[in-house]
């Protein structure tokens, strides 16, 4: 590791990256973010005031400047819609790829590349087509990478997030790929170095991390990760009587000492099935009628927590509860990533 070492956090959003980077302990300057959301790019200079923000499309930008960031690590979570499996999966063709092409072009033509590169998203992105170019275009210019699967479930936190992620350095020959078939889909669930609990599978070689921690009592407990909240504070996290009696029951519902929650997306409170768990805080679920006073929504900060971010980080007081969900839904989990940029920038 270079003694300066630099870093380029492409579509930073709310700075889940950098906040990795300060859990791995790693010592580094980002050097510049990018990212086109006004109200997330408040909240990364709100955390980290010393950096650079360029609020600009990356496609849109030139060349030099790129070249003159110097940086050793280029970290990247691009937009994952073409990739969802709730969505259309039109993957390169989809316009919201065309940044994320445009790197893996920029790759081959920029003259100080990356050391190392971070990539995550969301678990599809491994079926992708925008996966094979990436790949090809890795191996060309003269990276060795390595692919994971993984979720937070077995780093002990209760909340399930299964990402995909890229990790990938450049040591090795640079050479053609003539075609796919030597990117098979292997995919860690590990990470050497690390203490990770492995996902159930099938004899198909499905993988299921929540099955992975089922008799795992060390997972830790919900309520360690929730914050003590007043009648009056808790206000503004009541579900919605009618969201309540009608969609009460397509909720995932949890309990402060469960050990698990599933995963919070951007649109979390806003539809009820598959965005984010709710709180069911006394009583046990299922037997016990959820009621508008023992049940309410994660706050922010709680989900914050389940992400792994530090008790640094923080909303500008003018962000709003459903802004700081989604930003937070469009994140990623500090402490998976933190483990994978150890073991990139020191051991692998
Ligand atoms: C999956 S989120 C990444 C979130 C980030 N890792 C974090 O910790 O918050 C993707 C981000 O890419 C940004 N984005 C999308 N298209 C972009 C583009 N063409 N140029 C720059 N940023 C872009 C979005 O605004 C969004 O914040």
């Avoid at 098979?184 to 669930?189: L, M, Y």
């Avoid at 008790?311 to 483990?339: C, D, H, K, M, W």
Wanted: hydrophobic share 35%.
């Amino acid at each position: 590791m270079p003694s300066e070492f630099r870093v380029a956090e492409f579509y930073s959003g709310i700075g889940g990256m950098h906040f990795s980077l300060k859990e791995a302990g790693i010592e580094s300057e980002v050097v510049r973010a990018f990212d086109i959301n006004t109200v997330a790019n408040e909240v990364y200079k709100h955390n980290f005031p010393g950096v650079p923000v360029m609020q600009r499309s990356i496609e849109s930008l030139p060349m030099s400047l790129f070249e003159a960031l110097r940086a050793d690590l280029w970290t990247m979570s691009p937009p994952c819609q073409p990739y969802t499996r709730q969505g259309l999966q039109k993957g390169s063709e989809d316009q919201r790829a065309k940044s994320f092409l445009f790197i893996i072009d920029l790759l081959a033509r920029v003259e100080r590349k990356p050391t190392y590169i971070l990539m995550e998203n969301v678990a599809g992105f491994e079926k992708s087509d925008t996966r094979a170019l990436f790949l090809r275009q890795l191996v060309r210019v003269g990276y060795r990478f390595e692919e994971y699967l993984l979720n937070p479930l077995q780093l002990c936190y209760p909340n399930s997030r299964t990402r995909y992620y890229l990790l990938a350095k450049l040591d090795a020959e640079p050479r053609e790929c003539p075609n796919d078939a030597e990117f098979p889909a292997r995919f860690r669930h590990d990470v050497p170095g690390a203490s990770l609990i492995p996902p159930a599978s099938d004899s198909e070689g499905h993988v299921d991390f929540e099955k992975g921690v089922w008799h795992h009592d060390e997972v830790r407990q919900v309520k360690e990760f929730m914050q003590s909240l007043t009648v009056e504070e808790s206000a503004p996290y009541r579900l919605n009587p009618r969201v309540l009696e009608k969609h009460g029951y397509v909720h995932d519902v949890v309990t402060p000492e469960s050990r698990r929650t599933c995963c919070f997306t951007k649109g979390y409170t806003h539809y009820a099935e598959g965005t984010g768990s709710i709180l069911q805080l006394e009583g046990a679920v299922g037997k016990d009628d959820m009621t508008l006073d023992n049940t309410r929504y994660f706050t922010p900060r709680e989900v914050a927590n389940l992400m792994g971010f530090p008790a640094e980080f923080t909303l500008p007081e003018n962000t709003s509860i459903r802004q700081g969900y989604r930003l937070l839904g469009n994140s990623l989990s500090v402490s998976i990533v933190s483990v994978l940029m150890d073991y990139l920038v020191r051991r692998m």
